[in-house]
């Protein structure tokens, strides 16, 4: 007897796993679009034709590990129904997790044509394999800039009250903490970076104009992208990158001639090693605006979009030493939304340098 064909294998896997994994539960198509919903909408007819018998659709590789984390515990279900964190699994719960995910995207492969080992490799930006230490170098606000409670003389005194670029900062650092667990992960404004940190790897968020140590290792790091101020965006500072002995500049667009609504911010996403210690990387996530540094640091922790752009940057900048992204960052509602690198218009510019030049 002929084995049925993947896309009809995973069809009934995940009906099974619904109806089946836990039977007194009864979940619905429409619980499971009401869960899944938490992280983007969906439809439960969109449920239905992915356990459709005779001519199922293939579901997202997000979506797959989507239903990975909620079957993965039987507390999905005990307060809720409810779509837990993977960082919320215990340890046991997360095995469970990785085993039916894998399982899942092997399917999927199948049905797509592709070779499971082709369709669920590729790397993981944030996971450091040495023993780090890995250092977030933060921009500092202008006095004009910061709150009354960035000043040390207050008696609510708050930090990070100085730091930009909080939201990208609080987006990456716990999930760089996540991926590497035993590593020491700190966090610092650029005028408190000694010289001893600047040789692990390093992490810089925010734009050059108020970040000196951005400029100086991008110099160092020869990128062939820089910022520069113009007059007509006081708010930010505009890209400019070098291609095919030409500069081109990058700027954000703006809804109506007043420009009073941000409508699109340009990110920038570098990789490159660190040039004051070739064992380490230097990693810059920028932007014109703070939209754009937060849309850069969403490119590879948002978990609907982060395992297809890290594929992106696999294929692309697989053999590469170092390589750089501008991309486009769509704003609805004063809200970046996570770049999808391989989508129309949404990469502007990219560079790499392969590991023999």
């Not at 989507?66 to 005990?78: K, M």
């Not at 230097?282 to 594929?311: P, Q």
Request: aromatic share 8%.
């Amino acid at each position: 007897m002929q084995p049925a064909p993947p896309a009809l294998q995973l069809a009934v896997r995940l009906r099974q796993l619904r109806v089946q994994q836990w039977a007194d539960a009864r979940l619905t198509q429409q619980d499971l679009a009401t869960v899944f919903s938490t992280e983007e909408q969906l439809a439960s007819a969109t449920v239905s034709s992915w356990e459709n018998r005779k001519s199922p659709k293939l579901p997202p590789e997000h979506r797959l590990r989507a239903y990975a984390r909620f079957f993965a515990t039987r507390r999905s279900i005990e307060a809720g129904p409810v779509l837990l964190a993977f960082e919320e699994l215990t340890p046991d719960e997360k095995a469970a997790c990785e085993k039916l995910e894998t399982e899942l995207l092997k399917l999927r492969s199948a049905a797509a044509g592709e070779s499971a080992e082709e369709e669920i490799a590729f790397s993981r930006s944030w996971h450091f394999a040495d023993n780090g230490p890995v250092t977030f170098v933060c921009a500092e606000l202008h006095s004009d800039e910061a709150g009354p409670l960035a000043n040390p003389s207050n008696p609510n005194y708050t930090e990070l009250q100085a730091f930009a670029d909080i939201d990208a900062l609080m987006e990456l650092h716990g999930h760089v903490r996540a991926e590497n667990p035993q590593m020491l992960v700190h966090f610092k404004i650029s005028a408190e970076i000694d010289r001893d940190v600047l040789s692990g790897h390093l992490i810089l968020l925010g734009g050059f104009l108020w970040n000196d140590i951005t400029e100086r290792l991008s110099e160092l790091a020869r990128l062939p992208i820089r910022q520069f101020q113009h007059p007509e965006v006081p708010s930010g500072e505009l890209f400019i990158a070098k291609a095919d002995g030409t500069e081109k500049e990058f700027w954000p667009k703006w809804t109506g001639s007043e420009r009073k609504v941000l409508e699109e911010d340009v990110g920038l996403l570098a990789r490159v090693p660190n040039p004051l210690n070739s064992n380490r990387t230097l990693t810059i996530c920028n932007g014109i605006h703070s939209r754009g540094v937060y849309g850069a640091v969403r490119s590879l922790t948002d978990t609907s979009f982060r395992d297809a752009n890290e594929r992106y940057i696999s294929k692309h900048f697989g053999n590469s030493e170092s390589f750089a992204i501008l991309m486009s960052v769509k704003i609805i509602n004063n809200k970046a939304m996570t770049p999808d690198l391989s989508g129309r218009g949404v990469v502007l510019y990219q560079w790499s340098q392969d590991r023999a030049a």
